[in-house]
C-alpha cells in the first residue's frame, strides 16, 4: 500500500487483496474432503479406514494441509491489513471531529 493514496483507495486494494486470498483459502478447505478422496481412490481396493490412514500419513497429504493452512494465514494477514486501514480511517474522522469541536471553543 502506498500512504499518498486516499485511504478509500488503500482500504479498497486491501480489500481486493482479501477476496483474493480468502477465495483461496476457502478452495483449499472446500477441496480437502475431495482431495481425500481421490487420493484413497488412486490406492485401489483396500478398506476404507486403512486407505485412509495411509493418505493422511502421506508427505503430499502434510503438503496439502500446511498449503490450505499457510493460505488461511494469509487471508487472516489481509483481514487484519483491511481492518487496520477501517481503523485509521475512523481514528482520523474522530481526530477531525475534535478538532472542529476545540475550534468551537
Known amino acids: 500500500m502506498r500512504n499518498d493514496q486516499p485511504i478509500s483507495e488503500q482500504y479498497r486494494l486491501a480489500a481486493l487483496d482479501w477476496c483474493q486470498v480468502d477465495s483461496a483459502a476457502r478452495m483449499l478447505e472446500e477441496g ?24 493422511k500419513s502421506s508427505p503430499e497429504w502434510a503438503d496439502y494441509i500446511k498449503k490450505m493452512v499457510n493460505a488461511r494465514s494469509a487471508a487472516n494477514r489481509a483481514k487484519v491489513d483491511l481492518d487496520y486501514l477501517k ?3 475512523m481514528e482520523r474522522t474522530s481526530e477531525e471531529a475534535n478538532a ?3 475550534r468551537k471553543l
Open 32 to 55: 480437502k474432503t475431495t482431495y481425500l478422496a481421490q487420493q484413497i481412490a488412486q490406492l485401489g481396493e483396500m478398506a476404507h479406514a486403512k486407505a485412509e490412514r495411509i493418505v
Open 87 to 89: 481503523m485509521r480511517h
Open 100 to 102: 472542529r469541536s476545540e
